[in-house]
């Protein structure tokens, strides 16, 4: 991380005490009356203090420009400060807003409630985007993580504006993925650290993310893309969870064969012809109705339903004709169970 202004500093610090003072506070920092002495590393109160001093002829203006940023070297850092030292930040300002029209701008909502356009033009959008696929904070995820479920969720608010970023993530995704179909529920870049578990509609998030991407692009070509599998020891009877760094498998499959292997380990039932909900169901507080490995959910059935009827003509259409009957098959007898098991002829169980 770094701080500058424009190479116009004549002392600075990362002491948040330095820079206030002994007893003192923001309405007057000692540092304003003495040099700061340079002070940074780990275990200060952390803060970015940079001092320097301007003369101002009466009816004079100075600009003075604080850039504020991170890169991934001290290295890589240097370079970025010198680049923004010396260009046109004006230009650079117009290049950041004009990006975000692009995306921001692309699709406009009027509606009779002048607070709901506010919200839909704009800035629901920003949040997605900066907020939970950049930053992957938001609500209650303040760690940075990676959600199989809720970033895939999350990016399908781009497929009309940014459908790279939806391809990217597609392919990222299918990298969590084990063998055995099921993935991560959530993972931390750059190690891939993260947990396997047993809930049961994770992976079903990227057939339903790669279906939606396809009617909006009809960029077939992505479900070729070769990704790895991840390798990690298969969860124990009764296990719910295992917090491990996984192993990038040398073995590589389609994006096509990763959402299917999703549909063909989520068709076990339980007696009631419903499929298991596991530890969750989207609804992680439910994870005692499945721990058991019994436990029905009838939510699970119509989203696994519709994943089933979508992806099936998916595999029709690459000639994988065995997969898409017996998914259909299955289809059928779920919306069977869905309507006869689940429903009490007022509400679904």
């Known amino acids: 991380a770094f701080a500058d202004l424009s190479g116009r500093q004549t002392s600075c610090s990362g002491d948040r005490l330095e820079f206030l003072g002994r007893n003192a506070g923001l309405d007057r920092p000692a540092s304003l009356e003495r040099k700061l002495s340079g002070k940074t590393g780990a275990g200060l109160d952390p803060c970015a203090a940079l001092r320097t001093s301007l003369e101002i002829e009466p009816g004079e203006r100075t600009e003075v420009v604080f850039l504020l940023g991170e890169e991934a070297s001290r290295e890589s850092a240097r370079s970025l400060v010198e680049h923004y030292r010396t260009v046109d930040l004006d230009a650079s300002l117009l290049e950041v807003s004009e990006g975000w029209d692009r995306v921001l701008g692309a699709v406009q909502v009027t509606t009779p409630e002048s607070s709901m356009d506010l919200l839909l033009n704009r800035w629901l959008l ?50 969590r993925q084990f063998p055995e179909g099921d993935v991560q529920h959530w993972w931390h870049p750059p190690t891939g650290r993260g947990v396997r578990t047993r809930i049961s509609d994770d992976r079903l998030w990227l057939p339903y993310a790669a279906v939606q991407y396809l009617r909006v692009t009809e960029d077939w070509a992505v479900l070729d893309e ?124």
């Open 126 to 175: 920003y949040q997605t985007l900066s907020c939970r696929i950049w930053s992957r904070s938001a609500f209650y995820q303040s760690g940075g993580a990676y959600g199989f479920r809720d970033q895939l969720q999350d990016v399908l608010a781009l497929a009309v504006t940014r459908p790279d970023i939806v391809r990217e993530h597609l392919l990222r995704c299918a990298a």
């Open 226 to 349: 070769e990704v790895p599998w991840l390798d990690g020891p298969v969860l124990e009877e009764g296990q719910q969870e295992a917090y491990f760094e996984p192993e990038q498998s040398e073995e590589r499959a389609t994006l096509y064969e990763h959402c299917a292997r999703t549909l063909d380990c989520s068709l076990e039932v339980g007696s009631h012809g419903l499929p298991l909900i596991g530890a969750g169901d989207w609804n992680d507080g439910m994870n005692r109705v499945g721990h058991e490995g019994r436990g029905e959910s009838v939510w699970l059935g119509w989203f696994l339903l519709m994943n089933l009827k979508n992806f099936a003509d998916v595999a029709e259409s690459r000639g994988d004709e065995e997969r898409a009957a017996r998914w259909r098959s299955r289809a059928a007898s779920l919306l069977v169970s869905l309507e006869e098991e689940a429903w009490d002829g007022e509400w679904y169980r």
